[in-house]
């Protein structure tokens, strides 16, 4: 009876070291959703500083090539002049984070649906804020003319 007791208590020490190995060697392996997401939530900081760089690069890019030809020419800029900028800065932007970046992101928002549309409103906001800006120095660049004329007829 005591050989059997003796070999009971090996059996179990021996399955719960076994388990304990298997559990060190080959948990790396397997896909764990929740670390994963922790792991992606103490690398937000990054993400965000790589993202928000990426953004300005493309940004910087897409409106010197695409949307100053609109500017120059003094046309209003319609939804139909921005849709294909605004493909170019979507891509420009993901392809600049780089693919660990991108999948981190969708890891995040969910999808990329929801990252194509955060970055187009990224986009339509900085464009209206840069044109704002730009009549705003037309404006002042014109009272500066009208003054510098009221001040030159005196």
């Known amino acids: 009876m005591i050989h059997f007791y003796i070999i009971f208590i090996y059996l179990v020490i021996f399955s ?10 080959f ?4 896909d764990n959703p929740i670390k994963n997401r922790y792991m992606i939530l103490e690398k937000i900081p990054e993400i965000i500083y790589l993202l928000d760089t990426s953004k300005k690069i ?16 003094k046309e209003i ?15 420009l ?3 600049l984070c780089g693919s660990e970046v991108t999948n981190d992101l969708i890891n995040i928002y969910g999808d990329m649906e929801s990252i194509t549309s ?22 002042q660049m014109g009272l500066n003319t009208m003054s510098d004329t009221l001040v030159n007829k005196k």
Do not use: C, H
């Not at 948990?27 to 397997?30: A, E, L, M, P, T």
């Open 16 to 25: 719960i070291f076994s388990l304990y190995l298997i559990n060190k060697l």
């Open 118 to 139: 955060i970055l187009g409103n990224d986009f339509i906001n900085m464009v209206s804020e840069r044109e704002s800006f730009r009549n705003i120095e037309q404006i």
């Open 77 to 91: 800029l319609s939804n139909k002049d921005l849709i294909a900028p605004l493909q170019k800065f979507v891509k």
């Open 58 to 73: 493309a940004f910087d890019k897409i409106y010197r090539e695409d949307i100053l030809v609109f500017s120059a020419s």
């Open 27 to 30: 948990i790396k392996y397997i």
């Open 93 to 95: 932007t993901l392809s």
